[in-house]
């Protein structure tokens, strides 16, 4: 009896497989395409990324650092941009110097995939204060830190050049009148030594010029029983 029901449960699954299995697949079909053509949100913040920026001109400060895009479409073209969105680009070609320089936030700029479009954005605009590079030369400082060994005695410390061509924002770099290099330790100096040595900017947007020679600073160290240099006899 068992065996007899049994039997009938295997034949009704096998009749008309063809067809069943083929109901299933447009099954799966649908709702994959209802899975990807159902319409979704998404939030994304994106970096501003400033391009075309003039060699003359350099962005000291700005509004906000990022934009909020508000995504919507498919599913699948959201997922896409999500992936391919990663800035958002301000172009500041053309522009001049100023303090409160207004860029609108265009969606435009974004290359969205077909499906989605974005319905939303903040801000809407974005201000940038903007300033004129200039050059300009100033006195180098040697400084060094710590004391020689014991015995030993700290000489004269010589910078070469003893001046710097920068460049950089006009505001900031127009009051610089001095620039010192990174410190150097003089515990395990034991003679006189020439090093090449980085400098020590005291604010943003100040860079050396691209002809501006390395800085190597002398650092004379005089052995014990030795007089020190410039020191009476």
Not at 21 to 41: P, R
Not at 91 to 111: C, I, M, T, Y
Not at 119 to 135: C, G, T
């Amino acid at each position: 009896m068992i065996l007899s029901w049994g039997g009938r449960v295997i034949r009704a699954l096998f009749d008309n497989l063809g067809l069943k299995l083929t109901s299933l697949l447009v099954a799966i079909v649908l709702w994959a395409a209802a899975q990807g053509f159902q319409s979704v949100d998404l939030s994304l913040d994106l970096p501003i990324s400033l391009e075309d920026v003039p060699d003359d001109l350099v962005v000291v400060d700005q509004s906000v650092s990022e934009v909020n895009v508000m995504l919507q479409g498919s599913r699948a073209a959201v997922r896409w941009a999500k992936e391919d969105l990663q800035r958002f680009p301000i172009s500041l070609a053309g522009r001049k110097p100023g303090r409160a320089q207004q860029f609108l936030v265009d969606p435009k700029e974004l290359d969205v995939p077909r499906g989605a479009e974005i319905v939303a954005r903040s801000p809407s605009m974005v201000e940038l204060h903007i300033e004129p590079v200039i050059r300009k030369r100033v006195r180098i400082s040697s400084d060094v830190v710590g004391s020689p060994p014991e015995g030993y005695a700290l000489g004269r410390v010589t910078a070469t050049p003893a001046e710097i061509l920068l460049e950089g924002a006009r505001d900031r770099l127009r009051r610089l009148t001095q620039i010192s290099t990174k410190a150097v330790d003089l515990s395990e100096l034991r003679e006189t030594t020439t090093l090449e040595v980085p400098l020590a900017f005291p604010t943003g947007y100040i860079w050396r010029a691209n002809d501006a020679p390395p800085i190597q600073i002398e650092i004379a160290i005089q052995p014990p029983d030795e007089p020190v240099e410039g020191s009476a006899k």
